[in-house]
């Protein structure tokens, strides 16, 4: 069973751009997380989508978007990046939500200058 | 606010030893906790869990202990291996919100 696959692995922008991030989950997986990690930070969820609702929000600004395709298929959206936005994010798809495991992409690595 | 703490940001340990990270919560909501364990360049993986009716979880070298009026769990890794250098998290779920919430890490290296 192919794992969770996250595209790309790498991007570089700079401030004031947008950049959109894409997440294809597990099979099978209809909950979608994303987390943002960042040094002495660790992992800060971002939001979750399950059947394409988003069920909750964490603590970001509404730069932050997302969504998810009725395929679960989901994909994140920054807007008018910042110096800060730089992080590693992380996707993670469960069959219902946190009530079982979650499993994580290896991340895309987001660099703003 | 910081509801699960990791208060060691690394730790070193020579193989065949023991390997114990420590974890604090604040919020005695939490009944259910998890260890991930993170190699460069790849997302966080599954490693053991443990409920809050228990206080122990055993599945090969690892174990996890709870003491539940501590607000405190460790993850103990005998023996160690070199291959058990990565970055350890321990997180606990928020039924509520549909999140995950994690401490800031351990990084564990193991001295060959």
């Known amino acids: 069973k192919a794992g969770v696959t996250q595209t790309p692995r790498y991007l570089i922008k700079t401030r004031g751009q947008q950049v959109t991030l894409s997440c294809s989950p597990i099979?099978?997986?209809?909950?979608v997380s994303w987390y943002q990690q960042t040094p002495g930070q660790g992992l800060q969820f971002l939001f979750e989508y399950f059947s394409e609702t988003q069920r909750n929000k964490g603590n970001f600004p509404g730069r932050f978007s997302g969504r998810q395709f009725s395929n679960s298929r989901s994909e994140m959206n920054v807007s008018t990046l910042e110096l800060g936005d730089s992080a590693l994010y992380l996707c993670?798809?469960?069959?219902?939500?946190?009530?079982?495991?979650?499993?994580f992409g290896n991340g895309t690595r987001l660099t703003v200058t | 606010d910081q509801q699960v703490k990791q208060n060691s940001p690394s730790l070193s340990v020579q193989e065949g030893r023991i390997s114990i990270l420590n974890c604090d919560y604040t919020?005695?909501?939490?009944?259910?906790f998890l260890w991930y364990k993170k190699y460069p360049a790849e997302g966080p993986t599954f490693l053991i869990s443990?409920?809050?009716?228990?206080d122990k979880n055993e599945d090969g070298r690892f174990t996890v202990f709870l003491n539940k009026s501590a607000k405190h769990l460790s993850l103990h890794i005998v023996p160690s291996q070199p291959g058990d250098s990565a970055v350890y998290f321990c997180a606990a779920p928020n039924f509520g919100n549909e999140k995950l919430t994690f401490g800031t890490g351990t990084r564990l290296t193991i001295i060959p």
């Open positions: 993670a798809s469960s069959l219902a939500g946190i009530n079982s495991p979650l499993h």
């Open positions: 443990i409920s809050s009716i228990k």
């Open positions: 099979s099978g997986h209809r909950s």
């Open positions: 919020n005695s909501m939490f009944d259910y």
